[in-house]
């Protein structure tokens, strides 16, 4: 048995292994483009053992391939994914969420790569941009952690230009129908200019959609337009563009939004005076549901019931414990953030805006009981995991205990808050 024989045996056997890999990729990336407001389609597959065989006798003579482990190490997509755009021009978005959710191998590739006059075509071919990423340990299960070893190609293009590469892929460079002719070729490249017209199309599109929801009285008619609208208005408000890695979970803002009646650029303009550009720390929908809770703090519960997936008919006891331990964490949060207020009336002599971004002003103009402030500070990031729904296992698990620490907070703030108030005079 020869070399790539040897090595078409391994891979073989490791099919399933590579197919996970592309898959989870994928399940991880489509949930995240979506959350964030990106239309597209994600696919993912394994590499078709006939195709990858003809690829590595294609390239041994070149390669001089001397084990198998140089032919995996030559081989870069084993495991692909496809993320298809029906908008190319949210690639820097797409780009944002790559870096985030994965590891990088190596810098992204961006094609084309050679000029198209020197391959007697009018157009530049391939357009699209391709990224080599693991998955990170941290993020996987247990069962899942092998799959953080699996190196995955991700390819990012428009839906046109990936439908365009498959026919002149198979066609031309794999040659499935035969050598082609020079019409044939011809009408492949025309083919290419029709579709890099039709990007350009898209992008007019998008362009003309964002200006339809800008017009303060038309309602968003999905979350997708909402991040359209949240992009161009902070674009705008900081001079450089924001990627979607900082724009956040837009699918939620958009539910808070529709349970509270407030789905118009118009209703929405107010909570986005105070937004800030250290997306690293606070998305952009994070940001604008901080102010929508801190200005009315019954939505909490409204919000956290439509953030909520789908439970089973049967919830188990864990799962009915942590869901009270959630609403008793934020429903002392908010008699805490009440209480600082009020506190805040007495201190300054006036009611300091009501939004998420004044929290931390309200704990350093307040006076606190000593070490209270650290302590706020802490339960403060829990707050923000809870509600954002970042929180880990092990904080959940914990929840009750910050609830229960955050009344005994809130009741030493109210015991030096009676101290301080003088007593009422002695009439006898």
């Known amino acids: 048995m020869g070399l790539i024989e040897d090595f078409i045996e391994r891979y073989t056997k490791e099919y399933d292994f590579y197919s996970q890999a592309a898959r989870l990729v994928a399940k991880t990336l489509e949930k995240e483009l979506h959350s964030n407001g990106v239309r597209c389609i994600v696919s993912y597959r394994a590499k078709a053992v006939d195709r990858l065989e003809q690829k590595c006798r294609q390239r041994a003579p070149l390669k001089r391939y001397k084990d ?12 692909g994914v496809r993320v298809a755009l029906y908008f190319p021009g949210e690639q820097e978005q797409v780009e944002g969420l790559i870096t985030q959710l994965f590891n990088q191998l190596e810098d992204r590739k961006i094609f084309p790569e050679d000029d198209a006059a020197e391959r007697d075509e009018r157009f530049a ?5 391709h990224y080599r990423v693991q998955l990170k340990e941290q993020t996987l299960s247990e069962l899942d952690k092998r799959y953080a070893k699996a190196r995955i190609e991700i390819q990012v293009a428009s839906v046109l230009m990936h439908a365009w590469s498959e026919v002149q892929h198979d066609l031309a460079y794999k040659q499935l129908g035969g050598d082609l002719s020079d019409q044939e070729r011809s009408i492949i490249d025309q083919l290419n200019g029709l579709v890099i017209a039709g990007e350009i199309s898209l992008q007019m599109l998008q362009h003309a959609g964002k200006s339809r929801v800008a017009q303060n009285e038309r309602k968003f008619l999905n979350h997708y337009e909402l991040a359209a609208h949240l992009l161009s208005h902070a674009n705008e408000l900081f001079g450089a563009p924001v990627g979607d890695a900082g724009l956040g979970r837009v699918d939620r803002l958009f539910d808070l939004l529709k349970q509270i009646d407030k789905v118009t650029p118009a209703e929405l303009e107010p909570y986005l005076e105070s937004l800030h550009d250290e997306l690293e720390k606070r998305p952009l929908a994070d940001q604008v549901i901080d102010a929508l809770l801190s200005e009315n703090p019954s939505l909490y519960e409204t919000y956290n019931a439509a953030r909520e997936d789908l439970q089973p008919d049967r919830p188990s006891s864990a799962d009915v414990e942590s ?7 934020l429903r002392s949060w908010v008699k805490l953030e009440d209480l600082l207020n009020e506190l805040a009336v007495e201190s300054l002599g006036s009611s300091p805006k009501r939004s998420r971004s004044s929290i931390l002003q309200l704990l350093q103009a307040v006076p606190l009981p000593p070490g209270v402030r650290g302590e706020v500070e802490y339960l403060r990031r829990v707050r923000n995991s809870v509600v954002h729904g970042r929180a880990d296992d092990a904080l959940m698990s914990n929840l009750a205990m910050s609830a229960h620490h955050l009344d005994n907070i809130i009741a030493m703030i109210e015991h030096d808050r009676t101290a301080e108030q003088p007593s009422p005079p002695d009439l006898h």
């Open 68 to 79: 198998t482990t140089d032919i995996f190490n030559d081989i870069v997509d084993l495991a």
């Open 323 to 329: 869901a009270q331990a959630l609403q008793h964490f």
């Open 125 to 129: 071919g391939y357009s699209a941009v």
